[in-house]
């Protein structure tokens, strides 16, 4: 889907599943998003940028934001604390951050 996707000149989005949906930008860029519900609000987090991020990875990180929200954690402010930097490592790692070894 995301491979075939064509610069129109104006943004879009596709629909993937379960509120994740591949975006286009007016220059051709694309990005995988994740739509949500918080507090009857829609919030959306950028979950990466194709083709650096494949499709089975971004299906995963959409998971791991849909078990947050089950949990009751908005997947967006638990990112953004995970993502300061760790006093210990000196790093930055977020959820869905694979670890290096």
């Excluded at 610069?7 to 599943?17: I, Q």
């Excluded at 829609?42 to 194709?50: Q, S």
């Excluded at 934001?65 to 908005?74: H, P, Q």
Aim: proline share 6%; with cysteine; aromatic share 10%.
């Amino acid at each position: 889907m995301a491979r075939q996707a064509k610069s129109t000149g104006k943004p879009y989005a596709l629909a993937d599943s379960d509120g994740l949906y591949p975006c286009f930008s007016a220059i051709g860029t694309k990005a995988w998003l994740f739509r949500y519900s918080w507090f009857d609000k829609r919030e959306r987090i950028t979950l990466g940028n194709y083709p650096a991020l494949s499709l089975k990875d971004a299906r995963a990180l959409r998971d791991e934001a849909r078990s947050l929200l089950a949990k009751g954690v908005n997947p967006h402010s638990e990112r953004a604390l995970l993502a300061l930097p760790c006093a210990r490592h000196g790093s930055r790692r977020g959820w869905g951050a694979r670890p290096r070894h």
